[in-house]
């Protein structure tokens, strides 16, 4: 009896993700676990009131120094009613975005490994904060958000449960959903100039 050789076909990119690319990441990096050590960097400048910008440019990866093709920014402000100009986002703002984009790559990139293609997917992103632990008036409320909820819509061709699970995937995998659930140790240091 001759063998047939295992003739799987190649995976195609869908949903806009590199599928075969994103497979031997995922193959290349379980074979060499010390690729997987990431630091990523984000520096931050004040322009003036709440108003700051944040430039990402620079971050270590796969054993090497890496660059992104262009540096991105992002501005942080407050809106007039917290005292700001409104120039940008609030930083709580830019961390619900932070969640949702998150949760919206791994649900993306598990789709295309899965073989579903997606035709809609929406993201809403809500937290809830009582500002009187921000501004001193209570010790006795937290400064962040005291929940943070997040709802899918979400539209492909597998049924309802395997979309579902795409979603359940992401949130399991999640970086940002990791650190906001987890905690994560930060320090602060400071240097004054005088």
């Known amino acids: 009896m ?8 190649a995976r195609l990119p869908l949903n806009g993700v590199d599928t075969p690319n994103l497979m031997a990441t995922i193959n290349f990096v379980a074979g060499q676990p010390e ?10 400048e004040w ?3 709440t108003h700051s910008k944040t430039v990402m ?3 270590f990866g796969a054993g090497n120094e890496q660059k992104h093709e262009k540096p991105h920014y992002a501005d942080a402000d407050h809106p007039a009613i917290l005292c700001g100009a409104d120039n940008a986002p609030t930083p709580v703002e830019w961390l619900l975005h932070g ?10 990139n598990i789709a295309a490994a899965r073989g579903i293609k997606l ?14 632990g921000i501004l ?4 006795e409320v937290r400064n962040g958000f005291q929940n943070i909820h997040v709802s899918f819509e979400i539209e492909g061709d597998a049924p309802a449960e395997k979309l579902k699970q795409l979603v359940e995937q992401s949130r399991a995998r999640s970086a940002v959903f990791d650190v906001l659930t987890k905690g994560v140790p930060v320090t602060v240091g400071i240097k004054t100039i005088q």
């Open 35 to 44: 690729l997987a050590k990431f630091q990523f960097r984000a520096h931050n």
């Open 99 to 108: 969640l949702a984009g998150c949760l919206m790559a791994g649900v993306a």
């Open 2 to 9: 001759k063998m047939q050789p295992n003739t799987k076909p």
């Open 136 to 139: 001193g008036i209570s010790d």
């Open 47 to 49: 322009i003036e009131g």
């Open 119 to 132: 035709t809609k997917v929406k993201c809403s992103v809500d937290g809830d904060i009582d500002l009187r």
């Open 57 to 59: 440019n620079g971050f």
